[in-house]
Nanobody, 126 residues
């Protein structure tokens, strides 16, 4: 019954914005580092942003740096990914994942993340 649920995806034009939310149920997200992954068509699932459990340390992959912002509201058990200036290359399924740690940001193939959401589709197209 422990799960993460992503929401906020959709269709947006290039240059537009979306806000994705990752909400935990059944556990307290404040004790977990959280990462956002992108599964782009035909590409490996890759972490695009990570945040420490109190939000003081944040990481972004180079391709989204300056355009995306990760934040968290532990009182709401939620981590958000604000995506601005979206490009077609941002298209894909976005997943959030967590691990009980102060900070954790690893690859999908590590198998180290404990909780995964079901994903939310983001399509950037004219």
């Amino acid at each position: 019954q422990l799960q993460l649920v992503e929401s906020g995806g959709g269709l947006v034009q290039p240059g537009g914005s979306l806000k994705l939310s990752c909400t935990a149920s059944g556990f307290t997200l404040a004790s977990y580092a959280v990462s956002w992954f992108l599964q782009a068509p035909g590409k490996e699932r890759e972490a695009v942003s990570c945040i420490s459990r109190v939000g003081n340390f944040r990481k972004y992959v180079d391709s989204v740096k300056g355009r995306f912002n990760i934040s968290r509201d532990n009182a709401k058990n939620t981590v958000t990914l604000q995506m601005n200036s979206l490009k077609p290359g941002d298209t894909g399924v976005y997943f959030c994942a967590s691990r009980e740690a102060y900070y954790f940001c690893s690859g999908y193939k590590s198998g180290a993340y404990v909780q995964w959401g079901q994903g939310t589709q983001v399509t950037v197209s004219s």
